[in-house]
T-cell receptor, first 113, second 114 residues
Framework: SQKIEQNSEALNIQEGKTATLTCNYTNYSPAYLQWYRQDPGRGPVFLLLIRENEKEKRKERLKVTFDTTLKQSLFHITASQPADSATYLC????????????FGQGTELSVKP | NAGVTQTPKFQVLKTGQSMTLQCAQD?????MSWYRQDPGMGLRLIHY???????DQGEVPNGYNVSRSTTEDFPLRLLSAAPSQTSVYFC?????????????FGDGTRLSIL
């Protein structure tokens, strides 16, 4: 069956450390993978997109990697801050599904001062 | 720009009632979609539209109807509300339906069915 899975347990880290979130998928052939941030009571906000043929993408303190052999994407936040505390969602767009996005369940990140 | 606007923000219904969740975007996006978000589950696609007059079903369409008469608006109708439809509903839009476009989300409608 097709699945997209993120760390189910909340991730707690200390301010200043690097947070690493995982997104694994099974039985999909994604053309693109996207990461979103969601704050309580708000809608998801787009952060980064990475294409199938890209290994890594960066934006300020954010870095996304995409390994199609491992069927995994990693999302890193360097020098994390309490303001980075939120739920992070990954979403993939398979080749054969007309651009639809399939979302993971999200990982809650808590950055302690 | 307001982006994607959803109304109402909260709603309580009784089983069997019907209602319409409103969604409007002011970015001239062709692609619009509705998701529901339940605890421990990812966003699940209900219906989507690639342009005015064109709609299609997503992963969980049963019990919901949509129409797209204008580019700006994409209302979601619950025909006969059931407790299983208690959820948070998000509307999203993007420039096109291609997966390389970021989606812009509204802040959701929190719906409880008693």
């Amino acid at each position: 069956s097709q699945k997209i899975e993120q760390n189910s347990e909340a991730l707690n880290i200390q301010e200043g450390k690097t947070a690493t979130l995982t997104c694994n998928y099974t039985n999909y052939s994604p053309a693109y993978l996207q990461w979103y941030r969601q704050d309580p009571g708000r809608g998801p906000v787009f952060l980064l997109l990475i294409r199938e043929n890209e290994k890594e993408k960066r934006k300020e303190r954010l870095k996304v990697t995409f390994d199609t052999t491992l069927k995994q994407s990693l999302f890193h936040i360097t020098a994390s801050q309490p303001a980075d505390s939120a739920t992070y969602l990954c979403a993939l767009s398979p080749y054969n599904q007309g651009g639809k996005l399939i979302f993971g369940q999200g990982t809650e990140l808590s950055v302690k001062p | 720009n307001a982006g994607v606007t959803q109304t109402p923000k909260f709603q309580v219904l009784k089983t069997g009632q019907s209602m319409t969740l409103q969604c409007a975007q002011d970015m001239n996006h062709e692609y619009m979609s509705w998701y529901r978000q339940d605890p421990g589950m990812g966003l699940r696609l209900i219906h989507y539209s690639v342009g005015a007059g064109i709609t299609d079903q997503g992963e969980v369409p049963n019990g919901y109807n949509v129409s797209r008469s204008t580019t700006e608006d994409f209302p979601l109708r619950l025909l006969s509300a059931a407790p299983s439809q208690t959820s948070v509903y998000f509307c999203a839009s993007s420039y096109s339906g291609r997966g390389n476009q970021p989606q812009h989300f509204g802040d959701g409608t929190r719906l409880s069915i008693l």
